[in-house]
């Protein structure tokens, strides 16, 4: 497993243990309840081993014979992409980041938050001082000199998978909010974060909005910029550009360098019809 999954945004547990432990079963019960929750689940399977999801003479096959690096097909209802290692940090990173929380089978040796599967005796499939072994699941037999965390029968679905949520809940990173107020607006000839829409400005609707999912909200300005015509907003700050000339993406790169450990929503101040 590389280390870019250190820095992956969507928060991720791999579940560890050897073959007929019940780890897929297991991972099944969990996809299905986090569904019911409208949470979106991704599911990354880790092979061991070497796989082949093609068959010898179709199209994709002799096109991945002939040396092509990125061999994709999809149909009305599905996509599926073949690559070399190359391109697979990028193809599974993006993909999976989509999700609200990612459920990884497999990769037992990593240093990663993982849960580990008893095998029938009650023993680790690995070492007790590997770091990241939040929770053990188990069979009915439990030996002593396991880590002290968690344990669950693998049949205990609905425990199990509250713990799981809650160990997603708390990776997640605090949610801080950003209205982008600092434009030239050159063709308008005045600011746009003043422009009223029943007689509320653009920006504090905004502010409001953003109010309701963040727990800070931050208007986002070049230094230069005299907003006094806006008058006051309550519960909002202001953080000029570090970066000058860049648009958008200098603001946002200020705002991510003063807070990065925050996540972020953003919008603009002239967005009158933007909803929840």
Known sequence: MDVYWEQFKTPFLCFAGFSGVGKTTLLERLVKRFTEEDIRVGYYKHDAHRFSIDREGKDTARAAKAGAGVITIN???HFAIVADNAFKKRSITHALEQCDCILIEGYKQSPFDKIVFLDQKG?????????????IIHQGIVVSGLPDVPRFHRDEIEPIYQFVRDHFKRCASELFGAVFVGGDSKRMGKPKFSL???????????????????????????ADLDMGSLGHIANVERVNDDH?????????????????????????????????
């Open 75 to 77: 149909d009305p209802k």
């Open 196 to 222: 009223t829409y029943d007689g509320v400005s653009g920006t504090e609707k905004a502010v409001k909005l953003l109010s309701k999912f963040c727990n800070k909200v931050i208007l986002s300005s070049r």
């Open 123 to 135: 023993q680790l499939p690995i070492p007790s001082e590997i770091p990241g072994i939040k929770a």
């Open 244 to 276: 000058t000339g860049l648009g958008p993406v200098g603001g946002l790169a200020t705002l991510m360098g003063q807070f990065p450990d925050k996540a972020w929503m953003i919008t603009a101040c002239d967005m009158p019809f933007l909803k929840e």
